[in-house]
């Protein structure tokens, strides 16, 4: 696998994440993905009613339409997010939009929810073949503003509930021009009881969950618990990516706009659910995620508080094999 490492370090990055979902997608589809890589170790764990391979999953972005689902099961997650899904398809803003920094372990993107529209992403799901748990990241096209906003997450809520394990109502990537306002208290409440009432009108009975930014002060997380509590939310995914570069060693990187993942937002999302631990009197179940590149790392997010841990950046950075390193049992 390290010499397709190199190679795909080579591509731009926008490329070369395609190039090689596809190349894993291909070699799944003619049965010889388990010749690539190292099957990790299952350990079940039962959450909020669902029942998973394992406590490790891929994060949102990563299969943004649902187009590798069967690939990403077979390599062994515990359980997949895809999305984040709009109603419209959209193109997200213009290119060069994401960027490596392997120095440092990170990405920086501003993609701007590019997605291919939940039709496209609710036809993937009802093909699929994988079994796993398989959740469905919800948010906002660019253009939707107020009153539209709210109902853009309702659609989508509405068009992919049969077709999901559970939803994550995403309200923090940065690149989204004010949808981190939805974390002020009276914005969050009107979209949670908004949602609450198609819940309630659909009948909706699978789980729901909260996709925080790790850029909130500690007065908001205080708000967002609160709404959280009072809710059907069963639960927190704690973190989006952080606008603050303060932490890169490579000074290169520190004025490139967009949300930074991977090392450097370790500390930072685990502070954060740490602090969700902390101050919620229910104990609200948190998913953790941000900056996970090693078994230490997922202990650390588990250590935290997390029932359940996703990546993205230390997958791309590393490639398949971190499943199983990241799971393998201490001997
Ligand atoms: C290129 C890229 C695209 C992303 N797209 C989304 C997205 O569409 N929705 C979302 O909720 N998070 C998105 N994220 C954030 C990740 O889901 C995750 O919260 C964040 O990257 C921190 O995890 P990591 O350090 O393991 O990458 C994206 C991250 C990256 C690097």
């Known amino acids: 696998m390290n010499f397709f490492l190199k190679f795909f370090r080579i591509l731009p990055p926008e490329l070369a994440h395609r190039l090689a979902l596809d190349s894993l997608n291909f070699i799944h ?41 069967d690939c990403l099961g077979e390599l062994g997650f515990g359980f997949l997010e895809v999305g984040t899904v709009t109603p ?6 213009s290119k060069p939009r994401v960027f490596r920094n392997f120095q440092d372990e990170s990405i920086i993107n501003r993609l701007g929810f590019n997605n291919k529209g939940v039709d ?50 995403n309200i923090s990537s940065p690149n989204t021009p004010n949808l981190r306002d939805l974390h002020n208290m009276d914005n969050l409440s009107d979209l949670v ?32 618990i609160k709404t959280v509590e009072s809710s059907f939310f069963q639960g927190i995914i704690a973190t989006n990516t952080t606008i603050d570069k303060t932490n890169l060693s490579n000074k290169k990187f520190n004025n490139i706009e967009g949300g930074l993942s991977g090392r450097p937002l370790m500390d930072r999302s685990t502070e954060t659910i740490k602090a969700i631990k902390i101050k919620s009197d229910k104990e ?28 993205y950046t230390g997958f791309v950075i590393k490639g398949p094999n971190i499943l199983s390193d990241i799971l393998k049992k201490d001997d």
């Open 193 to 224: 009881l908004s949602i609450e009432d198609k819940v309630k009108e659909l009948n909706i009975g699978i789980p729901f969950f909260l996709k925080i930014s790790p850029d909130e002060t500690n007065d908001s997380i205080d708000n967002i």
């Open 284 to 311: 609200i179940p948190v998913i953790g995620v941000g900056g996970v590149m090693n078994a230490a790392d997922f202990n650390k997010k588990i250590d935290a508080g997390s029932e359940l841990v996703q990546i």
């Open 88 to 93: 419209i398809q959209q193109y997200g803003n």
């Open 120 to 169: 496209h992403l609710v036809k993937n799901l009802k093909s699929r073949s994988y079994k796993g748990i398989v959740g469905v990241n919800v948010g906002a096209n660019k253009k939707s503003k107020g009153e539209q906003r709210v109902k853009d997450y309702l659609y989508c809520i509405e068009k992919v509930y049969k077709y999901a394990d559970y939803i994550t109502v």
């Open 29 to 69: 589809k003619i049965g010889i993905l388990n010749l690539f890589y190292k099957k990790p170790e299952l350990e079940t764990f039962s959450f909020a009613g669902m029942n998973f391979k394992n406590r490790l999953g891929t994060a949102a972005g990563l299969d943004k339409n649902g187009d590798y689902i």
